[in-house]
């Protein structure tokens, strides 16, 4: 059996990550210990300014995800994938301008996005969206610490479990102390490390190897990847563009930092600017796919980007994406960790209504260590990261159209909106690809291939994210004309 030859020890990967995850504790906790009161850890006072509010919107929305996702899906999904996940990343960022602008007007003492819900929709719309938040939330965290787990392994050879922990660990000592005011600063220590290491992974690429990762290699090994008339190019660019846009307009990392902006103003041109810096980012990050695919057509598509970053076993570019891939893993959790938390402390007492008075905070505590438990089980396994987000996303997707477009209507029928979301979930569902993306329930299970076209069962993920989000538009359409007649 051939032994494999890693990037870096175990012993020196450890150590990097040990002590990059530290230095963010250390600071979180030093920072907020004068800032100990609801207010701050659930909106930062609501006093953050354009620099710190952008970097952390930005640090935020950048996971791990990145580094895998967006050059996985263009193996095989073209440019029009590439194109779908940069916009749909960047897009919400425009949304919000327009969403979270009206609630904080209507709302101004607002911390989540369900308070809204509940007031506007009733109890049941607002316990169906809270249960799909958090459900979204908890895949999402266990996706960012599987992939960090991931590449540590690929790099070293570290069990996954070993990473998982002491991320996790590292980062509920700083969030649950100090909520959000403590992981904005960090987001915004996190967000230049990040950038500065992509940017010196963006020079190595397509400066240094320039002669190896260039436009012509890409159109004599994998021209389908960029040809108009392939058909992947469009499903998978509207795809991830739904899928992408429409899940984060329910994270509650977002909305908290939307209630925390100082002023109108300041959230207008904080949302602006991320929108401007996400786009590139991942463009990029996408871009590397297409050139790994290009290289070595067989390619692991999650390890894309590091198969051509690290092929010459540089120690420097190993060490430096081990702190890349930390510092983009625990800007995202301590975000969905205190996201997650901020939830049960404002929306618990909705759910569990008692007479006895309840610690909430304390509660929520207790909430976040069993989730993120349960993700360090699931992150050990290995699963694939782009599957997990994609069936977070399709959730959400289902839910999107009902509840924004309720945002802009006077009376608006809570058992319409059931309706709606149940249905795309029950479409959706139906046509979502197996894990290894050759079946769905309904297409290859429960009804044989030959019953349905080329072009539904081979994009099946397409179909199923567009029923997703259309079924609930035509349902909403149809129940108010017949209400109308």
């Not at 020196?12 to 207010?39: E, K």
């Not at 930062?44 to 935020?60: D, F």
């Not at 694939?384 to 959730?395: E, G, P, V």
């Not at 309904?442 to 259309?470: E, K, R, Y």
Request: hydrophobic share 55%; net charge positive.
């Amino acid at each position: 059996m051939e032994t494999r030859i890693y990037f870096l020890s175990q012993n020196l990967t450890l150590l990097i990550i040990i002590l990059v995850s530290l230095l963010f504790a250390l600071i979180g906790i030093l920072y907020s210990r004068n800032n100990q009161d609801l207010s701050n850890y659930l909106t930062a006072g609501r006093n953050v300014g354009v620099l710190s509010l952008t970097t952390s919107l930005v640090a935020s929305a950048l996971g791990a995800w990145i580094l895998f996702g967006p050059a996985s899906a263009a193996t095989w999904g073209g440019l029009g994938s590439v194109i779908g996940y940069s916009l749909g990343a960047a897009f919400p960022m425009i949304a919000f301008i327009f969403l979270g602008i009206k609630i904080r007007k209507i709302f101004p003492g607002g911390n989540t996005l369900t308070e809204f819900i509940y007031k506007k929709f009733g109890k049941n719309i607002f316990k169906l969206i809270l249960i799909l938040t958090i459900f979204y939330m908890f895949i999402f965290l266990c996706a960012e610490v599987t992939a960090v787990s991931m590449l540590v392994n690929y790099i070293s050879g570290t069990s996954l479990w070993i990473t998982a922990t002491l991320i996790i660990i590292t980062t509920l000592i700083y969030t649950l102390y100090g909520g959000l005011r403590a992981s904005i600063l960090t987001d915004n220590i996190q967000f230049f490390i990040v950038l500065i290491l992509l940017l010196i992974s963006a020079y190595y690429l397509f400066s240094v190897n320039l002669n190896n990762n260039s436009f012509e290699l890409v159109k004599n090994n994998s021209s389908q990847l960029l040809d108009s008339k392939y058909i992947p190019n469009y499903t998978a660019g509207i795809t991830f563009f739904i899928a992408v846009a429409a899940t984060n307009l329910f994270h509650q990392g977002n909305w908290q930092r939307i209630f925390a902006a100082r002023n109108n103003e300041v959230l207008k041109k904080s949302l602006i600017l991320s929108f401007i810096i996400i786009i590139p980012i991942v463009f990029f990050m996408g871009i590397s796919g297409i050139i790994a695919i290009s290289i070595d057509t067989k390619v692991n598509p999650d390890l894309a980007f590091f198969s051509i970053l690290l092929k010459d076993k540089a120690e420097f570019l190993s060490i430096g994406i081990v702190i890349l891939a930390v510092s983009l893993t625990v800007s995202t959790v301590d975000t969905l960790v205190n996201a997650i938390s901020s939830l049960v402390v404002v929306d618990g007492k909705k759910i569990y209504k008692t007479s006895i008075k309840c610690n909430f905070l304390l509660i929520s505590n207790f909430f976040i260590i069993i989730l993120c438990a349960i993700s360090l089980i699931i992150a050990s396994k290995g699963y694939s990261i782009l599957y997990l987000f994609l069936l977070a996303d399709l959730l959400c997707c289902a839910a999107a159209f009902t509840i924004f477009y309720g945002f802009y209507q006077k009376n608006f029928s809570e058992k319409k909106s059931i309706i709606a979301i149940l249905s795309g979930l029950f479409l959706g569902l139906l046509f979502f690809p197996s894990p290894d993306f050759s079946k769905s329930i309904l297409v290859g299970t429960m009804l044989p291939f030959d019953l349905f076209a080329q072009i539904v069962s081979s994009s099946l993920l397409f179909w199923s994210f567009l029923l997703a989000t259309v079924s609930p538009v035509i349902v909403i359409i149809s129940y108010d004309s017949f209400k109308r007649r």
